[in-house]
């Protein structure tokens, strides 16, 4: 199987092993992957923010970039569900809306892809260490996606996984939400971290880097015992 991969803004700029693993996973999982190097934004910034119209254009170009039949994977439960939810109301009796609603439907985020559509849970993957994983809010409200990253992290050799209290609580992020309102995003994340800690994890893995951004800034400022991995840099351990 083909796919297309959307490598998410933040992604590309800070954390670029996070699409490298993710073109890794995808490959052991039986696919080719194909990258658009004049890809840039989902649109969702400018949408979050008010800016409709500039984030129309963005979108708009997403679609282009992204034209074909093949399948959108992203590392990015945030940026699939904005595509799958919202380009519908952007392109609302719109020439564009039937593209965008076929991009949006093609639009899958890493675990639900490999899980749903191509019924893999075991890619061989070998990581040693105890991890918690958290649900960030796009995967699990956005896209209804809870069990699919569990499958995965479950079928890897050598890991030992255990729940944190409340993983389905924001981490506080939210994008704008953690600039406008500062003080009740910090103290979101020290009580996720908090809760991380409690397990005694080593590691905490979601599906969204932004939300593992967010924390990993709280854990170096207050100097805490444990770390943030993405689901796909987990996947692609050991091969």
Excluded at 8 to 28: G, H, M, R, S
Excluded at 92 to 107: G, I, L, T, V
Excluded at 124 to 150: M, Q, W
């Amino acid at each position: 199987m083909t796919v297309q991969l959307f490598v998410p803004c933040f992604i590309d700029q800070l954390y670029p092993q996070v699409a490298y693993n993710t073109i890794k996973v995808l490959e052991k999982a039986g696919c080719t992957v194909k990258y658009n190097e004049q890809q840039t934004c989902c649109g969702q910034p400018a949408f979050n923010a008010g800016f409709w119209g500039e984030s129309k254009d963005v979108c708009t170009k997403f679609v282009q970039d992204f034209d074909g039949s093949d399948y959108i994977v992203s590392p990015s439960a945030s940026c699939t569900g904005f595509v799958r939810n919202n380009y519908g109301k952007l392109f609302e009796n719109n020439a564009f809306q039937s593209p965008a609603k076929k991009a949006a439907n093609r639009m899958f985020e890493l675990s639900e892809f490999l899980v749903k559509i191509l019924n893999v849970t075991d890619l061989g993957a070998n990581f040693n260490g105890k991890v918690t994983y958290h649900d960030s809010c796009a995967a699990l409200r956005e896209c209804t996606i809870k069990e699919e990253p569990r499958k995965l992290l479950q079928a890897v050799q050598g890991i030992e996984m255990v729940e944190m209290n409340d993983t389905t609580v924001c981490c506080g992020f939210g994008g704008s939400f953690a600039v406008k309102f500062d003080a009740i995003s910090v103290a979101m994340a020290d009580q996720k971290i908090d809760n991380a800690l409690a397990t005694e994890a080593e590691y905490i893995v979601s599906t969204d880097m932004s939300c593992l951004m967010h924390l990993d800034g709280r854990i170096n400022f207050n100097g805490q015992a444990i770390k943030v991995l993405h689901l796909a840099d987990v996947l692609a351990s050991g091969y």
